[in-house]
Each structure stands twice: as C-alpha cells, then as structure tokens.
C-alpha cells in the first residue's frame, strides 16, 4: 500500500477491479493536505502479488480490515470505486466499528447498463494479452478511451499491465447473483452513493438503494462514465470535499 502520512483524519481509497491504488493520483493530491490517504493494491492487483487463487469479495473485504486494524485507523473514512465500492459497502456491513463515513463511486452491484461493458471489454483485451509492454498498452488505450488525463491514463495503463501478470482466474471469483438488498440496511454510517450519466447505476436505482441503507444520499455527475474520477474529476471532489467536510 500506499500513504501519504501526516497527523490527520484517515482516508483509506479502495480502487476497482483490474486497477490499482496509485489510479486514485489526482484525487491524492487534492485530498492529501487535509488527509492522511492510504491507497492499498487489492490482491492480484498493483504490487499485491498473490498466488492464492481465491480473490471473492469475501477474502477482498477481509484483507482490508486486516489492514485497517493493523495500521490502527480505525474509524476510518473509506472510498471504492466499482469493485472497490462493493468492497466498503460490505465492510461497512460486516466490520461497522472499523468504518466512519463512506463514498461509493458507481458500485457495480448489478449490472443492467451495457454502457459498463463497453470498459469491461476494454480492460479484458489488455488483461489477455501478456504479452504487450506498457507501450503498446498505451497505444491501445488511446484508440479505445478518450479524454482522460495524462496521469490517470498512465496509471491505468501500468495497472492493466500488472493486472495482467498477477490476477490468475480472478474474474471467476466474483458472484454477479450477490444479493446486496440483504446488505445495505447493515450499513448504519453516513454513506454517498455516486452515479453518473454513463456509469452502471442508474440514478431511479440509486434512489432505490439509499432508502435501504441506514443513512445514505447520492449525487448525480454528468459528463461522466463508471470511472467519474477520471471522467470529471472537478466535479468528483467538489462532490467528495463537501461530503467529508
């Protein structure tokens, strides 16, 4: 992992499915003087090098309260995005003493917008092929994604690249009939739930879903697709800054 330091409020960014802590960069360095900003790679992913083959959302949740509580952060303000969503929600669910606020970037709960697979098709191009180096990476991302920013297109190619090496049969550990209706109302902390215009979560199912949880909100961000801090990002933080105030 990750951390900028410093003696602040802790704020621990959990990051999506085939990416990595350092894709949360730009959003770092406009959080990271009110903050102490901890950006752990999940296992298989960024430096977490793992030969273990189970990579559910169970054993995901359990490595970060492990790691919560052995950094001694807790309570902790948490965000995920995607995959990283799901995993604060249902840390927030199973481990509520470890959690004090969450942000949850466009969890891929369920998947009813084709738009995400558009991405989801993307990332399993280059995961595939092991054999490109971070240049033609890059290539490929520029035909298929644009504008993004420099850093974060950087950062989202070295991730794909160390995706690629490490993860193993990671996409067979995730459940896509996971009931999450079950989960949410175990989640009492102040919760926002971020959408956006060409993300997975359609904003009636965001309206849905906070009504289920102890006490949630959720903002709309247009111009923007499942990744919103790549997408958006003035929009993103001033959203995020005036939650955690």
């Known amino acids: 992992y990750f951390r900028t330091g410093g003696d602040k409020p802790s704020l621990l960014l959990l990051h999506g499915a085939m990416s990595n802590g350092l894709c949360w960069s730009r959003v770092v360095k406009s959080l990271e003087k009110d903050f102490d900003v901890i950006l752990p790679d999940a296992r298989g992913h960024g430096k977490s090098v793992s030969h273990q083959k189970d990579y559910s959302l169970f054993e995901l949740v359990e490595d ?16 995920g995005h995607s995959m990283g969503a799901q995993m604060a929600t249902e ?10 606020k969450l942000v949850l970037e466009d969890p891929g709960y369920y998947f009813k917008n084709p738009s995400f697979f558009t ?7 280059i995961r595939r092929n092991k ?3 971070l240049s033609q990476i890059r290539k ?6 644009k504008g993004w920013h420099a850093e974060d297109k950087l950062s989202w190619v070295v991730a794909q690249k160390q995706f690629a ?13 996971r009931e999450w209706h079950s989960i949410f109302p175990m989640v009492k902390v102040p919760t926002l739930l971020l959408v956006s215009e060409n993300g997975i979560m359609t904003r009636s199912e965001a309206s849905e ?6 006490a949630a909100s959720y903002e709309y961000i247009e111009a923007a697709g499942h990744i919103i801090h790549f997408d958006n990002f003035e929009v993103f933080m001033s959203t995020v800054r005036a939650f955690l105030r």
């Open 64 to 79: 970060t309260a492990e790691l919560i509580t052995h950094l001694k952060i807790a309570p902790v303000i948490v965000m």
């Open 91 to 100: 840390l927030g669910a199973r481990y509520p003493d470890l959690v004090k």
């Open 119 to 125: 991405l989801l098709s993307y990332n399993w191009i």
């Open 131 to 133: 054999r490109r180096d």
């Open 140 to 145: 490929c991302c520029d035909k298929l994604i």
């Open 165 to 177: 090496e490490n993860a193993g049969k990671f996409s067979k550990s995730f459940d896509p009939k």
């Open 209 to 214: 879903y906070i009504l289920a949880f102890g």
